[in-house]
T-cell receptor, first 117, second 111 residues
Framework: EAGVTQFPSHSVIEKGQTVTLRCDPISGHDNLYWYRRVMGKEIKFLLHFVKESKQDESGMPNNRFLAERTGGTYSTLKVQPAELEDSGVYFC???????????????FGSGTRLTVV | DAKTTQPPSMDCAEGRAANLPCNHSTISGNEYVYWYRQIHSQGPQYIIHGLKNNETNEMASLIITEDRKSSTLILPHATLRDTAVYYCIVRVADNFNKFYFGSGTKLNVKP
C-alpha cells in the first residue's frame, strides 16, 4: 500500500513569491490533514478535510494560506505571498473512516521543507 | 495544546531496552494515549496506542498505569535506527480530533 505522498520534498522561494504544496493521501482515506513545524517550534495542526469539504481550518495562520481538495482526492496548500516566517516543514496526514478501536490509520507523509529567503 | 509532559531527552545503549515516560494527569476517560516518533527528515510515524490496557506490537510495548495518569513506551531492544523524537499524545479517538504534538523526547541510542 502506498503511503501519504508529498511533493516537492524541498522548496526554496523568495519572499513574496507563491508556492504550492501537494499531498496525495492513502487511497480510500477520506480524511486529509495538514500540519506544519516552523523553526524551533512544535508540530502544529493547520486544517482537516473530509473528502472535499473543510472540516476544521482553525489552525490556518492567515489568509495567505489556501488549501484545496478538489474531488476529494489530493490536496494542495498554496502560500501566497510567502513570508520568511512561513519557512518550515509542512506535513500531510490521512486517515480512514473506519478502523480498529482508537486508530484509523492516521498516517503522515514525509513532509515538504519550505525555505523562504 | 499538548496535554502531556515528557522529558526533553534520553540516552539508551544499543541493544538495551528504552523506556520513555509520559505524564498525562488530566487525561479524560475517552482519550487514548498515542505514541508517534519522528526520525530526522521524515514525517511522524505511528508506533502504538492504547486506552487503559497494556499494549504490545512488533515495534513496542505501551504500559499505562491503572489511574491512566502516566504511561511508558518500551522499545525492547533499541537500535541506532530508533534514534528519533518520540511524541506521547492523548486524544479522543475519532477522526475529527487533531493531534497536539508537544516537544517530545529526543531518544539518543548510542553504540
Amino acid at each position: 500500500e502506498a503511503g501519504v505522498t508529498q511533493f516537492p520534498s524541498h522548496s526554496v522561494i523568495e519572499k513574496g513569491q507563491t508556492v504550492t504544496l501537494r499531498c496525495d493521501p492513502i487511497s480510500g482515506h477520506d480524511n486529509l490533514y495538514w500540519y506544519r513545524r516552523v523553526m524551533g517550534k512544535e508540530i502544529k495542526f493547520l486544517l482537516h478535510f473530509v473528502k472535499e469539504s473543510k472540516q476544521d481550518e482553525s489552525g490556518m495562520p492567515n489568509n495567505r494560506f489556501l488549501a484545496e481538495r478538489t474531488g476529494g482526492t489530493y490536496s494542495t496548500l498554496k502560500v501566497q505571498p510567502a513570508e520568511l516566517e512561513d519557512s518550515g516543514v509542512y506535513f500531510c496526514a490521512s486517515s480512514q473512516v473506519i478502523g480498529t478501536a482508537g486508530f484509523y490509520g492516521y498516517t503522515f507523509g514525509s513532509g515538504t521543507r519550505l525555505t523562504v529567503v | 495544546d499538548a496535554k502531556t509532559t515528557q522529558p526533553p531527552s534520553m540516552d539508551c545503549a544499543e541493544g538495551r531496552a528504552a523506556n520513555l515516560p509520559c505524564n498525562h494527569s488530566t487525561i479524560s476517560g475517552n482519550e487514548y494515549v498515542y505514541w508517534y516518533r519522528q526520525i530526522h527528515s521524515q514525517g511522524p510515524q505511528y508506533i502504538i496506542h492504547g486506552l487503559k490496557n497494556n499494549e504490545t506490537n512488533e515495534m513496542a510495548s505501551l504500559i499505562i498505569t491503572e489511574d491512566r495518569k502516566s504511561s511508558t513506551l518500551i522499545l525492547p531492544h533499541a537500535t541506532l535506527r530508533d534514534t528519533a523524537v518520540y511524541y506521547c499524545i492523548v486524544r479522543v479517538a475519532d477522526n475529527f480530533n487533531k493531534f497536539y504534538f508537544g516537544s517530545g523526547t529526543k531518544l539518543n541510542v548510542k553504540p
